[in-house]
């Protein structure tokens, strides 16, 4: 099994300092109704009507500064806002798997409701987990988590690369995945 910068790996902190006045606590509020109510990114692009592919493409030119071609922008940006604004199906499960809550000291403000930690510390299924060096779904609880489960469980971290590790790093993504395939066995058999 290989996930690539999974979401939800380790268990949300029983301490929650949440702040209970000023901006942030109102921006909290607001954020965990707008989840709570199935309102998705996708909702919003929908929204946004044809506006919705001028902010596509402009995120797209964003994240992905000089790496594309002006053609490849285009296809890239059309197929995002094309499968971000039809019919939503999976979108409105992100209620059903997502908590937002502010942790000190962690990154990010959405927290799976129920982690794989679990799943992961029994498992018997050789799993390799891949972050980005800048990933916000990276937490230091993915080394004890796979220390629990060394037999099993590996982790590996990508030089130059946040959550989108097979764009910012793929060369070093991709023979990762061939070394864990040849290590397990599964490469090359059927």
């Not at 309102?39 to 030119?61: D, I, R």
Request: proline share 5%; hydrophobic share 40%; no cysteine.
């Amino acid at each position: 099994l290989i996930l690539v910068s999974p979401f939800g790996v380790h268990d949300l902190p029983n301490q929650i300092k949440e702040p209970t006045s000023g901006m942030l606590s109102y921006f909290i509020y607001t954020f965990r109704q707008i989840v709570e109510r199935n309102f998705t990114p996708q909702a919003f692009l929908q929204l946004l009507g044809p506006l919705g592919s001028v902010f596509v493409s402009a995120t797209v030119g964003w994240r992905f500064k000089t790496k594309l071609e002006e053609e490849d922008h285009k296809l890239v940006a059309d197929y995002l806002h094309s499968i971000n604004v039809l019919h939503i199906s999976g979108g409105h499960s992100l209620n059903a798997f997502v908590r937002p809550a502010v942790v000190e000291n962690e990154r990010g403000v959405l927290w799976a409701r129920e982690s794989l930690k679990s799943f992961l510390s029994h498992s018997t299924i050789p799993t390799s987990m891949y972050f980005g060096d800048k990933d916000w779904m990276w937490s230091p609880q993915v080394e004890s988590i796979v220390q629990q489960n060394p037999k099993y469980l590996t982790f590996k971290r990508f030089s130059n690369a946040g959550h989108h590790v097979y764009w910012d790093n793929a060369t070093d993504l991709n023979q990762a995945i061939v070394d864990d395939l040849l290590e397990t066995g599964n490469f090359g058999s059927s």
